[in-house]
């Protein structure tokens, strides 16, 4: 497709700027499929404008010929999905902002160059990991009057696969609290009625009777509890997202531990980077992620004699804004530390697990994640990650 008039090159250019303004959109609103349409639609306009100008997409970024900035590639830039161009022979070359961003260059790519060869080498691989995220690949194989040359536009899907691994878990929740409650509610109900039948009768079999009873129904309320404290985590509404700034966030969260008297004895220190941007996320749902996790660091340092210190720390990489909070308390054991994060797991005598794993439903449902990471400088340090998405 070439567009060699200047009117079909007026057209082609406005396309682009709408395919992009689409591509975004989507993006923002998490739909991958529509996203993966507007930028083929985009790709396809771009090679199409670039061939008719003449110009190889391996080229740098750079300038028109009067030294302003090209229209084209200036809307490029624009698209937060990686653009990457291959000619024959040559080295992959990022396209615009975003892949220059990921692949931390300039033009042509080095980090990750052998990983992204081999995607792009026919026949084709549909994903690629990169840099410990998953990437939906899709590539379009373009002629021009230059020659032949790939096209291939990177997805982040990773964030994906993380909101539908919360959404399994919170239909799986749902449907085993519903069969459950469904038993548990006419065994109680049937062991009190009982209890009552045998109210009238006095003698050492009955009394036997009524304490089994008695035991059967108190076994089967709090089961009942602990049931309704993880369907809790089935009922978590979908995330309405706003842009927010991860270090006033933490401070916010941070301001109601410090003010409260009772915690007069822990030290709450903190660490945030100037150059955090700012995320898309459910401020009320991520600051209660933060308390709870923020909550068991304090539980952690009741039996200090000494300093009871929480540390939290605010950085980012490329792709992920990181959340830590460390402790120096009394640590996590090796047993619990594997499954820490498995439905029903809990390091308290009396604890349901609800708060950790809330905490991790909610990161997960921004396409973020909670872990456990090791750090020989604390006890015990949990980090959330949440996605950069432009």
Same mark, same amino acid.
């Given at each position: 497709?070439?567009?060699?008039?200047?009117?079909?090159?007026?057209?082609?250019?406005?396309?682009?700027?709408?395919?992009?303004?689409?591509?975004?959109?989507?993006?923002?609103?998490?739909?991958?499929?529509?996203?993966?349409?507007?930028?083929?639609?985009?790709?396809?306009?771009?090679?199409? &404008?670039?061939? !008719?100008?003449?110009?190889?997409?391996?080229?740098?970024?750079?300038?028109?010929?009067?030294?302003?900035?090209?229209?084209?590639?200036?809307?490029?830039?624009?698209?937060?999905?990686?653009?990457?161009?291959?000619?024959?022979?040559?080295?992959?070359?990022?396209?615009?902002?975003?892949?220059?961003?990921?692949?931390?260059?300039?033009? !042509?790519?080095?980090?990750?160059?052998?990983?992204?060869?081999?995607?792009?080498?026919?026949?084709?691989?549909?994903?690629?990991?990169?840099?410990?995220?998953?990437?939906?690949?899709?590539?379009?194989?373009?002629?021009?009057?230059?020659?032949?040359?790939?096209?291939?536009?990177?997805?982040?899907?990773?964030?994906?696969?993380?909101?539908?691994?919360?959404?399994?878990?919170?239909?799986?929740?749902?449907?085993?609290?519903?069969?459950?409650?469904?038993?548990?509610?006419?065994?109680?109900?049937?062991?009190?009625?009982?209890?009552?039948?045998?109210?009238?009768?006095?003698?050492?079999?009955?009394?036997?009777?009524?304490?089994?009873?008695?035991?059967?129904?108190?076994?089967?309320?709090?089961?009942?509890?602990?049931?309704?404290?993880?369907?809790?985590?089935?009922?978590?509404?979908?995330?309405?997202?706003?842009?927010?700034?991860?270090?006033?966030?933490?401070?916010?969260?941070?301001?109601?531990?410090?003010?409260?008297?009772? &915690?007069?004895?822990?030290?709450?220190?903190?660490?945030?980077?100037?150059?955090?941007?700012?995320?898309?996320?459910?401020?009320?749902?991520?600051?209660?992620?933060?308390?709870?996790?923020?909550?068991?660091?304090?539980? !952690?340092?009741?039996?200090?004699?000494?300093?009871?210190?929480?540390?939290?720390?605010?950085?980012?990489?490329?792709?992920?804004?990181?959340?830590?909070?460390?402790?120096?308390?009394?640590?996590?054991?090796?047993?619990?530390?594997?499954?820490?994060?498995?439905?029903?797991?809990?390091?308290?005598?009396?604890?349901?697990?609800?708060?950790?794993?809330?905490?991790?439903?909610?990161?997960?449902?921004?396409?973020?994640?909670?872990?456990?990471?090791?750090?020989?400088?604390?006890?015990?340090?949990?980090?959330?990650?949440?996605?950069?998405?432009?």
């Amino acid at each position: 497709m070439v567009f060699e008039s200047r009117p079909l090159r007026a057209l082609a250019l406005v396309a682009l700027i709408l395919s992009a303004a689409f591509t975004c959109d989507a993006l923002m609103k998490a739909l991958w499929a529509n996203a993966a349409i507007g930028t083929l639609i985009g790709t396809i306009l771009f090679a199409g &404008l670039m061939s !008719a100008q003449r110009r190889s997409v391996a080229a740098p970024i750079a300038s028109s010929v009067n030294g302003a900035a090209d229209p084209v590639h200036v809307f490029l830039d624009q698209i937060p999905l990686p653009l990457i161009s291959l000619v024959p022979g040559g080295m992959p070359q990022a396209v615009n902002r975003a892949a220059r961003a990921l692949f931390e260059t300039d033009d !042509a790519i080095v980090r990750g160059r052998d990983a992204l060869l081999a995607a792009l080498t026919p026949p084709n691989e549909p994903r690629l990991d990169l840099f410990g995220r998953r990437y939906a690949l899709t590539v379009t194989e373009v002629q021009t009057q230059d020659g032949p040359f790939r096209l291939a536009t990177l997805t982040d899907v990773q964030s994906e696969l993380h909101r539908a691994e919360a959404a399994t878990l919170r239909d799986t929740l749902q449907v085993l609290g519903h069969e459950i409650m469904n038993s548990l509610t006419p065994i109680s109900s049937l062991a009190d009625i009982a209890h009552d039948y045998l109210s009238p009768m006095q003698n050492e079999a009955a009394d036997k009777a009524r304490e089994a009873l008695s035991t059967l129904s108190r076994r089967s309320a709090s089961l009942t509890r602990f049931i309704e404290a993880y369907r809790s985590l089935a009922r978590l509404p979908p995330p309405q997202v706003q842009p927010v700034h991860p270090g006033r966030l933490v401070e916010d969260v941070l301001s109601f531990f410090s003010r409260n008297p009772a &915690l007069s004895e822990v030290r709450f220190d903190r660490e945030i980077a100037e150059d955090v941007p700012w995320v898309a996320l459910d401020e009320a749902q991520v600051g209660q992620a933060l308390i709870n996790i923020l909550t068991n660091a304090v539980e !952690a340092t009741e039996a200090n004699t000494g300093l009871r210190l929480i540390r939290v720390s605010v950085s980012h990489t490329a792709h992920d804004v990181v959340i830590r909070i460390a402790d120096n308390g009394q640590g996590i054991a090796e047993t619990v530390r594997a499954g820490l994060f498995m439905t029903f797991t809990t390091t308290k005598p009396h604890g349901s697990g609800t708060g950790l794993n809330l905490a991790r439903q909610i990161a997960l449902a921004h396409g973020g994640n909670l872990g456990l990471i090791e750090d020989p400088s604390a006890s015990t340090v949990f980090a959330f990650t949440f996605p950069v998405t432009g």
